[in-house]
């Protein structure tokens, strides 16, 4: 019995994998970690957050404070938000943000930028090229 050469057994089990395997996405916004202490939620990685999404802290504690309905501020590396919230909701809204703030809604890439001009905020893609207004 001939044995086959690493060379030819490598061969034939790439003619054997499906074109493409899988594709992972670059971007992943990471979950939120904290806890409640009290009737506060305090959010323990909001820097490793906006640090991902390439945005002031400031950006995203503000979106978040008014669409979660609840009082909050910034404390060192923390966001304390004065109300009990769960990680999922949290998420949720971050989700929602990145969406309407940091994808491009045409690519779909989140290489993107805000832009203040007049009285309007712009995300402006780098990959595509696309400018939308944002509220």
Sequence with gaps: MMQASYEELLKRGMKQLPEV?????????????????????????????VEKLRRPVA???????KELAAPGELKKNFLVIGAKTPASRINEKISEYVQIYVICPECKK???????????????CQACG???TVK
């Design 21 to 49: 395997v899988i594709e992972i996405s670059r971007f992943e916004v990471p979950k939120v970690k904290g806890h409640i202490q009290g009737n506060k939620t305090i959010i323990s990685n909001i820097n490793e957050i």
């Design 59 to 65: 950006h995203l504690v503000k979106f978040l404070l």
């Design 110 to 124: 989140p290489d993107t930028k805000l832009k203040k001009e007049g009285g309007f905020t712009f995300i402006v």
């Design 130 to 132: 696309a400018k939308k």
